[in-house]
């Protein structure tokens, strides 16, 4: 199957610094791009559509300022988590898919922040 | 995007069939039912994917009653290794938005 990597796959920052998540496909290309978040012992919530070449699509809650995302390319999707505080200390997953006519998702290994 | 609704946990031992049923009553003509599984500290994986009747796969069976309200995944002889979260989701066959619900952590034990 279809192979998403993301990078890093862990991150410690102090708070009030930015931190930038890569999502990349690897063996296919992929016009969308979906941005997760999880915290512990909860489901993964939809953060965001990342779409190649125009701006992303936020859900309602997340704010768009806060957490920035480039699909400057067919294969890479990268998440900033801007000005980042204890509270946005979480599990990040990204997910791309829609390969051979299928709406399967290929899900990245995840990265986990730590924002001290 | 239709809302699902499954057990929280279940519990089972290495060898027994689990079944988890999904309910969704709210799915649409052109929405497919579809299974996620996840292990902790990793990204889901996508499992099994239907819209009637039953579909089978080297990993699962999925079982979808004519009236599509609900559904049974089906783990046959489990293993330590299928302990995790099991997603059901309902997914419109030309969309790729998926929204979780709270999932099953199934605990297989020795």
């Known amino acids: 199957g279809a192979v998403v990597s993301q990078h890093p796959s862990w991150v410690i920052c102090k708070s009030g610094t930015s931190v930038k998540i890569e999502c990349r496909s690897l063996d296919f290309q992929a016009t969308t791009m979906f941005w997760y978040r999880q915290f512990p012992k909860q489901s993964l919530m939809l953060m965001a559509t990342?779409?190649?070449?125009?701006?992303?699509?936020?859900e309602q809650g997340v704010e768009k300022d806060k957490f920035l995302i480039n699909h400057a390319s067919l294969t890479l999707s990268t998440l900033t988590v801007t000005s980042a505080h204890p509270e946005d200390s979480s599990f990040y997953i990204c997910s791309a898919g829609g390969t051979s006519g299928s709406n399967e998702q290929f899900f990245g290994p995840g990265t986990r922040l730590t924002v001290l | 995007l239709a809302k699902t609704t499954q057990p929280i946990s279940m519990d089972s031992y290495e060898g027994q069939e689990v079944n988890i049923t999904c309910s969704h009553n709210n799915i649409a003509t052109n929405d497919y039912i579809t299974w996620y599984q996840q292990f902790p500290s990793q990204g889901p994986r996508f499992i099994i994917q239907g819209y009637k009747t039953k579909v089978t796969n080297e990993v699962a069976s999925l079982f979808i009653p004519a009236d599509r309200k609900s559904s049974t995944l089906s783990l046959p002889r489990v293993s330590l290794s299928d302990t995790a979260v099991y997603y059901c989701l309902v997914v419109k066959g030309s969309d790729y938005k998926l929204s979780f619900g709270a999932g099953t952590t199934v605990t297989v034990r020795a």
């Open positions: 990342s779409n190649e070449g125009s701006k992303a699509t936020y």
